[in-house]
Structure formats: structure tokens, C-alpha cells
Nanobody, 130 residues
Framework: QLQLVESGGGLVQPGGSLRLSCAGSGFTVGYYDRGWFRQAPGKEREGVPCISGGASGTKYADFVKGRFPISRDNAKNTVYLQMNSLNPEDTAVYYC???????????????????????WGQGTQVTVSS
């Protein structure tokens, strides 16, 4: 059974940083894309970055603007989201999701589509406030 567990959320001041982790189990990391998503109160869930299972293809949402690099540790089946220069608009529950890799998808906007993913973690709260 595929499972994802997020961790690393919390309260941070504007301009600060957090690193989120998404630990996977029940699947082979190299065959599954992994995406980070977020959902703020009253808003729809939106994709942040995607990283492909095999090659190092990635896709970032425009609002990330280089602030949130995504990385992967295959040995630990864990994907990380390093969030820098956080602002109050980044406050949301952050979710990790995974889907079987389709070559090239994670490097396109389809990699950020909520409907593409069938396995989700429970989410971790990120609050940016002074």
C-alpha cells in the first residue's frame, strides 16, 4: 500500500525558512513522480513543484519564483521542499502526493494538476506570521 507522511511544518516569521519532508513507503521511488501542493483557507488546492521519479525533471508554479527548491533522497524514499523567503501568503496546509511516472509529465503543467495524483499524505500546516 502506497503511503506518504509529511513533516516539517510549523510557525515561521516572514522572511524565514522551513524544510518540509515527504517520506514514502510501499512503492519504488524511481517509478513515481512526487508533487507538493498547498491549500489555504477558502482556496483551492494548488500545485507547488513536481519532481519526476526517474530523471531529474521538475516543474515549479510561477509563484514559487525560485524560493522553494525540491529535492529527493532515493535511499530514504523522501522528497524535500526547502521553503525560503516565506511570506504570509504562503500560509497553508502543504500536502505531498505521488503518481506513477509518465515520461515527461512532471516537467509540464500537468505535473502540478491536483487531479493527476491518487495518493496523498495527511498534510502539514505552515503558518507565516510575525
Amino acid at each position: 500500500q502506497l503511503q506518504l507522511v509529511e513533516s516539517g511544518g510549523g510557525l515561521v516569521q516572514p522572511g524565514g525558512s522551513l524544510r518540509l519532508s515527504c517520506a514514502g513507503s510501499g512503492f519504488t521511488v524511481g517509478y513515481y513522480d512526487r508533487g507538493w501542493f498547498r491549500q489555504a483557507p477558502g482556496k483551492e488546492r494548488e500545485g507547488v513543484p513536481c519532481i519526476s521519479g526517474g530523471a531529474s525533471g521538475t516543474k515549479y508554479a510561477d509563484f514559487v519564483k525560485g524560493r522553494f527548491p525540491i529535492s529527493r533522497d532515493n535511499a530514504k524514499n523522501t522528497v524535500y521542499l526547502q521553503m525560503n523567503s516565506l511570506n504570509p501568503e504562503d500560509t497553508a496546509v502543504y500536502y505531498c502526493a505521488t503518481q506513477r511516472t509518465i515520461q515527461g509529465v512532471c516537467a509540464t503543467v500537468r505535473g502540478l494538476a491536483v487531479g493527476r495524483y491518487s495518493t496523498w499524505g495527511q498534510g502539514t500546516q505552515v503558518t507565516v506570521s510575525s
